[in-house]
């Protein structure tokens, strides 16, 4: 029997039995962690506030033979103010799809829980669009799990491709293609959606804006990411059903 305290935030749930749910942590320090929140649906249980999507907190956690419950909690935040705006609200969901795809169970994830915290943090109390933003999000998530895209020479030839030449991104292959190489059914990207992504990978999240001369290549950049999940994120984005 073991009793711990773990910073972590709530990535999903699942509701079982009548009042319990199990949540999935994700801990700085451990990794993703399963835990029982056993009666927190019970309206005056001191557990509803731990057992919520985005609470971010201190969780006490008691193991027996390799199982977690939550025994108490402390609240830091709950980013309560991204359920007054349905679209920011599923980019935050989809956030949280993202970080549980990559971390592992045990494993820390320091780097990659400060870029969660900083986005959902500018996606909730700032008016910063969410599409820069997600697309900020995404380009560092993939630099931290190692796959960071190529973006100034050809995947195929290894030329040089200057930051005002014509490059079409393949999000396969994971970097840009010069004229001679492109895949045809891959659209161009801009040099202003290339400028975009080094400039986020340059700059804090407090920057990751759309301006003259810089544009967020959504698209290319999450049909990338997605392509090197192992198991397909479902949420959907408030895009999602107009393209
Ligand atoms: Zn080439």
Request: hydrophobic letters at 25%.
């Given at each position: 029997m073991i009793q711990t305290d773990k910073t972590a935030i709530v990535v999903r749930y699942a509701n079982y039995r009548e009042n319990d749910r199990m949540l999935t942590l994700f801990s700085p320090t451990h990794g993703l962690v399963e835990a029982v929140a056993r009666g927190c649906r019970r309206p005056k249980s001191k557990l509803l506030s731990a057992s919520e999507l985005f609470a971010l907190g201190e969780y006490e956690l008691f193991e027996k033979n390799g199982r977690h419950t939550v025994t108490g909690f402390t609240l830091t935040?709950?980013?309560?103010?991204?359920?007054?705006?349905w679209e920011r609200l599923s980019v935050g969901v989809y956030l949280l799809s993202l970080c549980e795809a990559a971390v592992q169970p045990g494993q820390p994830a320091q780097e990659l829980f400060m870029l969660l915290l900083h986005t959902l943090s500018r996606l909730t109390?700032?008016?910063?669009?969410w599409r820069p933003l997600l697309t900020g999000f995404l380009v560092h998530y993939a630099a931290i799990e190692g796959i960071r895209p190529r973006l100034r020479?050809?995947?195929?030839?290894g030329r040089a491709i200057g930051p005002e030449d014509p490059a079409w991104f393949d999000p396969r292959e994971g970097g840009i293609q010069c004229g001679l190489h492109r895949t045809p059914s891959m659209p161009p990207i801009a040099p202003a959606e290339r400028r975009f992504l080094e400039h986020c990978l340059s700059h804090g999240s407090a920057d990751w804006a759309e301006r003259p001369g810089l544009s967020a290549p959504l698209p290319a950049i999450r049909a990338y990411v997605e392509q090197r999940l192992e198991q397909p994120v479902r949420v959907k984005l408030p895009t999602d059903s107009a393209d």
């Open positions: 935040e709950n980013f309560y103010a991204l359920r007054s705006d109390f700032t008016e910063q669009p020479h050809c995947m195929t030839c």
